[in-house]
């Protein structure tokens, strides 16, 4: 147990202030909670989770929201919850290697929203013109999915490759001698 304001808590208690101090958009209560409990067990994978969410979202330090991400992901490599936040960061960031190897652990990961992890893979493949591949995990993402209004997201995607996969070959000309 430790002490925080002349009070006893414990690693799980503090962290679950913590969450709740974010859920009432509290951030700056919530980094110091996260921080101190980081401080005193640097091995608790959730603290770090929430670190990198607020780091991400948040404060938009996208490096301490990566090493938050990935130390979590190192210490509880079984936690679903990071898997998410961790790739969507690394595919806003076009890190294509990490994309693969992230995504290729979280579909391995009980509890993981396969349908989030392909769509994320759907929408690195489009930023980086791989046309075929980004409708490949679309599709896959599209029948994992059970949340009408991310299938509608999902069927945005698909039609957003297709439109472009017409719009490049209506410009690819052939010479003819």
Not at 18 to 45: M, R
Not at 51 to 74: P, S
Request: one cysteine or more; proline letters at 3%; a negative charge.
């Amino acid at each position: 147990m430790k002490t925080f304001m002349n009070t006893y808590y414990t690693i799980e208690e503090k962290y679950l202030q913590a969450t709740d101090k974010l859920s009432y958009g509290k951030t700056p209560k919530a980094l110091q909670l996260l921080n101190e409990i980081v401080s005193n067990d640097p091995l608790y994978a959730r603290a770090h989770h929430q670190l990198g969410k607020i780091y991400y979202y948040d404060i938009e330090d996208y490096q301490t929201a990566g090493y938050h991400f990935k130390t979590c992901m190192e210490l509880e490599p079984s936690f679903p919850g990071n898997y998410f936040d961790y790739l969507d960061l690394v595919v806003f960031l076009n890190m294509e290697t990490q994309v693969s190897i992230i995504a290729a652990k979280a579909l391995t990961v009980p509890g993981v929203d396969v349908a989030d992890i392909y769509d994320l893979l759907g929408l690195s493949a489009e930023k980086n013109k791989k046309w075929s591949d980004a409708l490949g995990a679309y599709n896959k993402a599209f029948e994992a999915v059970t949340d009408n209004s991310q299938r509608e997201k999902i069927e945005e995607g698909i039609n957003r490759v297709k439109a472009k996969m017409q719009r490049n070959s209506a410009y690819q000309y052939t010479l003819v001698s």
